[in-house]
């Protein structure tokens, strides 16, 4: 493919973000194929809230691929989900106070590539189709001439020493889901049923994310899985996750002009992530891994659930708290 051609002419040094979704996956399977002569360096954001079958699939994956000897390096929020609520009030984030994404995504993928040494590429699983606004996105930056534009990818140059290509740009959901369906993956032979049949339930159009997004007002996601599991529980936490987003456009949950928490509201989110995390403890997989001193400050209710949670993680996998 032309797009890891120019990614080996501009370095040797590759790095794939990879959130465990289809499109992360397309971009990590082609890099693995394409890496000869290439250092190859995987980074997953580990936002602590994942839902159990992706949370299970991402892990299974960084598994199989450190044990091929690929550098895979977890980074994991200082400013997590639960810390920021408890620690700043902040409410829960939604459409006016959008604090979630910087803190746990953008801030410290930023951070970890500042530490790495030399000129990366930067390979990510941006897609036009995934959404309207992202191919609005692709085609102003384009017209305007600041990034590199083709038939088959798209380069973003973010620093002297990173640049972004996004080598399935222009790939349609039908060409992702084909590709899985027809490819092993190249690192252990194991193949990508479990992705599609059972973390997308044969839905791949829905988005995967973290859990307790209020940013969305239904979340799809977990309504789909309560209907293809058989499993109320998904549906039960949907509902919850309603309440919480209601809290952070409460002004009686708020403090006078100010988009924290009062105490009524800090106590009532309290309430509310405990019944959550009672219903379905696998969501704090990610905490009892990463975290499990958070939960025990401020969800003690919950902590219990958190020994049998964690997944131990193989020698080449680094975790970093950034």
Not at 190 to 214: A, F, K, M
Not at 221 to 240: H, I, Q, S, T
């Amino acid at each position: 493919m032309k797009a890891f051609e120019l990614a080996r002419h501009l370095s040797r040094q590759w790095l794939v973000a990879y959130s465990g979704g289809k499109d992360s996956t397309v971009v990590l399977d082609l890099a693995y194929r394409f890496k000869d002569g290439v250092r190859l360096v995987v980074v997953h954001n580990e936002e602590l809230l994942k839902a159990p079958p992706l949370f299970s699939w991402v892990y299974t994956v960084l598994d199989g691929i450190a044990r091929a000897g690929v550098e895979v390096y977890i980074v994991v929020p200082k400013e997590d989900f639960i810390s920021v609520i408890f620690e700043r009030q902040y409410s829960p984030p939604g459409p006016a106070f959008t604090w979630c994404t910087a803190r746990l995504k953008e801030r410290p993928t930023a951070r970890l590539m500042s530490m790495l040494k030399g000129k990366w590429v930067k390979l990510t699983g941006v897609r036009m189709e995934e959404s309207l606004n992202r191919q609005r996105l692709v085609l102003k930056r384009c017209g305007l001439g600041t990034d590199t534009c083709g038939a088959t990818l798209w380069l973003q140059k973010k620093s002297r020493e990173s640049i972004d290509i996004a080598p399935i740009v222009d790939w349609s959901t039908a060409q992702v889901v084909a590709y899985l369906r027809t490819h092993k993956r190249p690192w252990d032979g194991g193949d990508y049923s479990y992705l599609l049949d059972v973390v997308y339930c044969g839905e791949e159009r829905i988005r995967n994310g973290c859990t307790l997004c209020t940013l969305v007002h239904r979340d799809p996601m977990l309504l789909r899985y309560a209907e293809c599991f058989k499993d109320p529980r998904y549906g039960k936490v949907a509902e919850l996750k309603e309440k919480l987003r209601e809290i952070g456009m409460d002004w009686d949950m708020r403090q006078y002009k100010s988009k924290k928490l009062n105490e009524k509201g800090l106590e009532t989110v309290r309430e509310f992530l405990v019944e959550i995390f009672d219903i379905m403890p696998e969501l704090l997989s990610g905490y009892a891994t990463f975290k499990p001193h958070i939960i025990e400050r401020y969800l003690p209710e919950v902590a219990h659930h958190l020994p049998r949670l964690k997944v131990p993680l193989t020698s080449n996998i680094t975790p970093v708290e950034l």
